[in-house]
């Protein structure tokens, strides 16, 4: 029998009415003779109230018995959801990590699944239950909660498939129903993609595209779980399938996959530094100590022994990175600070690029022929990411989507 | 070292304010050399909102299921409160009944606690921590959760007392501060009781005083477990000692202990029936088969082979009785059915009844002398209770309050 492990998002679950419905597709699925364990994130909100109450009484929380508070909301979503199965007669049964033996290490908060146990749910399945399984959540050697993280029950739900061999992975979106070649608010002629190898849509989901955590989609890649991606509510709209590169039918695979956006990056130029060795290692040293991500780096041709040095950090961090740069000025040893909030990062992601020869320049053609200025570039093996101003971005979508032919 | 069980009620958690401020009186205990476990309720409201939601989905859900969506808020206080204690650095952790074995039967929703195990408990409070239990739960023998019915956080309290030998069980309330011998808001001059014997409690509880749930009366009972009932909030305030009639210091005994009051019941007479054997029976054994708890009868002297039967019934549950007993007429055969909703039931509870004689007197009198009509009188081995009309009750207590010097 076909066994498929089910994630349903704190949206999908948001509401008596909405836990009804998903049992009814889920009972549906059971009459055409599969095996299914649904993973259920807790009620869209509950998380946040707990998260709110508890520090409320401690701003650093012990970490162990916050994990007790805060998984909670997933344990009563799963015991709902059984309810409103066997409400309709189909047999179901909520399952607690610590009853399968669900195992991560010790980091509360942040945990690792270590092991996943699958007796117990095996048996349970050969019996005709519906096993609904508490998300986010595992417990350690002790037998403590422990949690897994933002995004955590997608992780359970991988985890599950994995173990459990099961046909595949499938995570149910209340607000989107599959991977789009871009976003369809910015460009209306976007298009579902089909199929989606691992890398491409971790440099989607990196890009800013929030239909998949990254750190889901890696997990997937690692232990090789197929993903799909879908509708709660349209459940008749194909989806979008994301796996191994070599899985994907050949007439499927296209040189370009999408083109991702990013509007969340600021820009830095710090102009007139000494081309010495070191310097760089000057400026990044105290922002990475800081805890700021910085993505693109590029430094200009040296003049007179001077160069400038321009990165890209989240606009979130660009007052603190000033302020850690100035505090700096006189170690550093630079002219001027420059800042721009006005960037948007644009990209375009494609496996196809590996193999084909010539797709940067095309990139560059048409933002030339659209008459957008590129401030950076960076590539990597299926990507490339320029930095253009902002109020270009949706143009700038616009003309890649056609010239890779994705409409 | 002292061991004290301590249960603290919905309204005592009911914030993250309550729960920051009893985690300090808690800590100063442990500072007085005191072991402490905690049995906490769900925050105030919680349980409803629970039932609430998952009524929703299903009007009868699955016993199983809906245990575990309902005790999810005690485990949400047992982990704040913990947060609580060690913010103030008091080593404090919470264990689940799966953790330390509380097993109960499994009668889910009402289930009766078979054992409770200790060593896990024992040890955590030998290396000194506060140890915070979830109330109102434990696991069957399936490890799956099972609750205790209402005010089943006591249960809980009592039944750990009793298996760790604590030196007693202390229920803190948020609205009193103790057992009064007479409703404080009815009859200003009611006082504190230092000491009550379990059954004179069993009475007290059981003619409206919502002090302590009978259940954890009678299970403190069984189990010799003594009580202490206090305030949460006044600390220095002392509280009631609930415990055997033979452990209450000789001089803290008296003959009556408090003087209670039911506002709650009705009164059905049933007129002009014969007097013959299976009459009593056909009356009332279609309202005990509607599940309605029948308190006082009584029969009147018979005149001419015909008589008349008196008894009560819960106010809800009046016009129910009344339509059972018509849709019955021509079987029981009767004249007329008389109700009367403006009764109040009025009761002297005493243990010392037992051995001082006169007290049925001395009631019968005090009531006469304040012009108070009796309309039914029913006696138990330490209760006296007599049917009154409604508006004389506060007149009622005030005298007999008076006459059993109370005041």
Same mark, same amino acid.
């Given at each position: 029998?076909?066994?498929i492990?089910q994630?349903y998002?704190?949206?999908s679950?948001?509401s008596?009415?909405?836990i009804?419905y998903?049992?009814k597709?889920?009972?549906?699925?059971?009459?055409k003779?599969?095996?299914?364990v649904v993973?259920?994130s807790?009620m869209?909100g509950e998380?946040?109230?707990? /998260?709110?109450?508890?520090?409320?009484?401690s701003k650093?929380? *012990?970490?162990?018995e916050? /994990? &007790?508070?805060?998984?909670?909301g997933e344990?009563?979503s799963a015991?709902l959801?059984?309810?409103a199965?066997l409400e309709?007669k189909?047999?179901?049964?909520?399952?607690d990590p610590s009853?399968?033996?669900l195992?991560t290490?010790?980091?509360?908060?942040?945990?690792?699944?270590?092991s996943?146990?699958?007796k117990k749910?095996?048996?349970?399945?050969?019996?005709?239950f519906?096993? @609904?399984v508490?998300?986010?959540?595992?417990? *350690?050697?002790k037998g403590?909660?422990?949690?897994?993280?933002?995004?955590?029950s997608?992780?359970?739900a991988?985890?599950?498939?994995?173990?459990?061999k099961?046909s595949?992975?499938?995570?149910l979106?209340?607000?989107v129903?599959g991977?789009?070649?871009?976003?369809?608010?910015?460009y209306?002629?976007?298009k579902k993609?089909?199929?989606?190898?691992y890398?491409e849509m971790l440099?989607?989901?990196?890009?800013?595209?929030k239909?998949l955590?990254a750190?889901?989609v890696?997990?997937?890649n *690692?232990?090789k779980v197929?993903?799909y991606?879908k509708?709660?509510?349209k459940?008749?709209?194909?989806g979008?399938?994301?796996?191994d590169?070599?899985?994907i039918?050949?007439? %499927?695979?296209?040189i370009i996959?999408?083109?991702?956006?990013?509007?969340? &990056?600021?820009?830095?130029?710090?102009?007139?530094?000494? /081309?010495v060795?070191? @310097?760089?290692s000057?400026?990044f040293?105290p922002?990475?100590a800081?805890g700021?991500?910085?993505?693109?780096i590029v430094?200009?041709?040296?003049i007179?022994?001077?160069?400038?040095l321009?990165?890209?950090?989240?606009?979130?961090d660009l007052?603190k990175?000033v302020?850690?740069?100035?505090?700096?000025?006189?170690?550093?040893?630079?002219? %001027?600070i420059?800042?721009d909030?006005e960037?948007?990062?644009?990209?375009?992601?494609?496996a196809?690029?590996?193999?084909?020869?010539?797709?940067?320049t095309r990139?560059? /053609?048409?933002?030339s022929?659209?008459?957008?200025?590129?401030?950076?570039?960076s590539?990597?093996?299926i990507?490339?990411?320029?930095?253009?101003?902002?109020?270009?971005c949706?143009k700038?979508?616009?003309?890649l989507h056609?010239?890779?032919?994705?409409?």
């Amino acid at each position: 029998m076909d066994l498929i492990v089910q994630k349903y998002g704190g949206t999908s679950v948001g509401s008596t009415e909405k836990i009804k419905y998903i049992a009814k597709n889920i009972s549906k699925l059971t009459k055409k003779n599969k095996s299914i364990v649904v993973v259920v994130s807790a009620m869209a909100g509950e998380t946040d109230r707990l /998260d709110k109450i508890t520090k409320k009484i401690s701003k650093i929380p *012990n970490e162990k018995e916050y /994990d &007790q508070v805060i998984s909670s909301g997933e344990k009563i979503s799963a015991g709902l959801l059984s309810i409103a199965l066997l409400e309709i007669k189909t047999k179901a049964v909520s399952l607690d990590p610590s009853k399968f033996d669900l195992l991560t290490d010790d980091l509360h908060s942040k945990a690792k699944i270590l092991s996943v146990g699958t007796k117990k749910i095996k048996n349970l399945l050969k019996e005709g239950f519906v096993v @609904v399984v508490p998300g986010f959540q595992g417990i *350690n050697s002790k037998g403590d909660v422990t949690t897994l993280g933002r995004g955590g029950s997608d992780l359970t739900a991988v985890a599950l498939a994995s173990a459990l061999k099961a046909s595949h992975c499938e995570l149910l979106k209340d607000d989107v129903d599959g991977i789009y070649t871009t976003d369809p608010r910015l460009y209306k002629d976007a298009k579902k993609i089909n199929y989606i190898s691992y890398p491409e849509m971790l440099e989607m989901s990196s890009l800013g595209s929030k239909v998949l955590q990254a750190k889901a989609v890696e997990y997937a890649n *690692n232990l090789k779980v197929k993903l799909y991606v879908k509708s709660t509510s349209k459940t008749t709209n194909k989806g979008t399938w994301v796996m191994d590169e070599k899985s994907i039918p050949i007439k %499927e695979r296209k040189i370009i996959t999408g083109v991702t956006h990013d509007l969340k &990056q600021s820009k830095i130029t710090v102009s007139g530094i000494e /081309d010495v060795p070191g @310097v760089a290692s000057k400026i990044f040293k105290p922002i990475g100590a800081a805890g700021i991500v910085v993505d693109m780096i590029v430094q200009n041709i040296s003049i007179d022994n001077k160069t400038d040095l321009t990165f890209t950090i989240p606009k979130d961090d660009l007052n603190k990175t000033v302020k850690i740069l100035k505090s700096n000025k006189s170690k550093i040893n630079y002219r %001027e600070i420059i800042q721009d909030k006005e960037i948007a990062l644009i990209s375009i992601v494609g496996a196809g690029m590996k193999t084909h020869t010539g797709i940067a320049t095309r990139m560059f /053609d048409t933002l030339s022929n659209a008459k957008i200025n590129i401030s950076m570039i960076s590539t990597s093996e299926i990507k490339i990411s320029c930095v253009i101003n902002q109020s270009k971005c949706k143009k700038a979508i616009q003309y890649l989507h056609k010239e890779f032919k994705l409409d």
